[in-house]
């Protein structure tokens, strides 16, 4: 099968990471794959290199001209199939097939965002999905939202196919040793945006006991965005006193390393598809504490004490209290089990098979 993978850009985001494994998932069973993008970030494009994958960039700031020329390359590929992730890229694709096409077309919903309901833009986007053959989301929720904006959608076009997770590069660590130095090590992979919810960390972490603030470090992985919310999260830090317990670094190509030493993985934003961190964190044997958001908490209801409403701070400090009070064995029981459930979920084979399916049907 002759594939095109479209997405924005292949910077560091969780969307551009799954569509980059799937589509080396895909070129592994022997289908011809390539990747269109319209903007020059390129963190993961090493990896498609590295499997022989062609990424063609249309670079056009005019957002018009940029359609039409991606337009005009998709309908001159003699493609079998196209899928694409985020609704500008897939807005561009179902553009693509007017007024007729010959190719299968699937469109990626990657962000339970909330305002899908209230923004125009997004909405009149999600209305061009009737012009896919399929709609997959990675979250039950997601779906729920995109039905709400756009009832003429069929259910029978939607799907949920959970994240692809590489189980062969994310083993757990065999030297790892928990609570190393007698200190809980929670961390968080996640770009610095206010939706992240790094203030709602900091506020609650301020109100654990001095004693448990000293069993708690967090390190904190990813990069700095356009907003000030990580510059306004060290201020608060430094007038609560907390620069002992938070550290932060830019993300990084081998932030499995760093996870695999982890004692915990954490997510605190305040809506999202379904995190790869945290299925990530769930091979990797590790216990996860989350905002109960996307499914999560389906994924996680046999320990709910380990999800927290965002919006509340002392929701985010019972959970911090509860992790931190675990012992290494609980600790290590809790992480046995995430990995049992991400085998069921979370499996190459399963999701690739799941969309080969839908793309050959």
Known sequence: MKLLCVIDCLGSGGAQRQ??????????????????????????????LDEEIPVISI?????????????????????D????????????????????????????ERSANPNILKSAKLIFYRLFHVLADHVVSNSQENINLIKKVNPFLSLKKCHVIYNLVDFDFWKPANDYVPCKDGKLNLTVVASHQYLKNLKGLIEAASQ?????????????????????????????????????????YPATKSINEKMKYADVIGLFSFYEGLPNVICEGMVLSKPVISSSVSDIAKLLSKNQ?????????????????????????????????????????FSANKIVNNYTALLTE
């Open 208 to 248: 654990l006991k001095e004693e448990e603030k000293q069993k708690l470090r967090i390190n904190w992985y990813g990069n700095e965005s356009t907003d000030n919310s990580l510059q306004e999260a060290k201020n608060l830090i430094e007038e609560y006193c907390l620069q002992e317990m938070f550290s932060f």
């Open 81 to 108: 199939a196209v899928l694409s992730f985020l609704e500008a890229g897939s807005f561009i694709c179902e553009i693509s097939g007017l007024p007729w096409r010959k190719w299968k077309l699937i469109v990626g």
């Open 305 to 345: 004490e380990l999800t927290f409403d965002p919006k509340k701070t002392k929701d985010i400090l019972r959970t911090l209290k509860h992790i931190i009070s675990l012992n290494e064995e609980k600790l290590l029981t809790i992480g046995k089990n995430n990995r049992e459930l991400a085998l069921r979920y």
């Open 19 to 48: 569509l980059v494994g799937l589509a080396i998932a895909l070129k592994k069973q022997g289908h011809n794959i390539s990747f269109l993008v319209y903007y020059n970030e390129n963190f993961f494009e090493h990896l498609l």
């Open 59 to 79: 670079i056009e700031r005019n957002y018009i001209k940029r359609l039409f020329k991606m337009r005009r390359y998709i309908r001159s590929g003699n493609y």
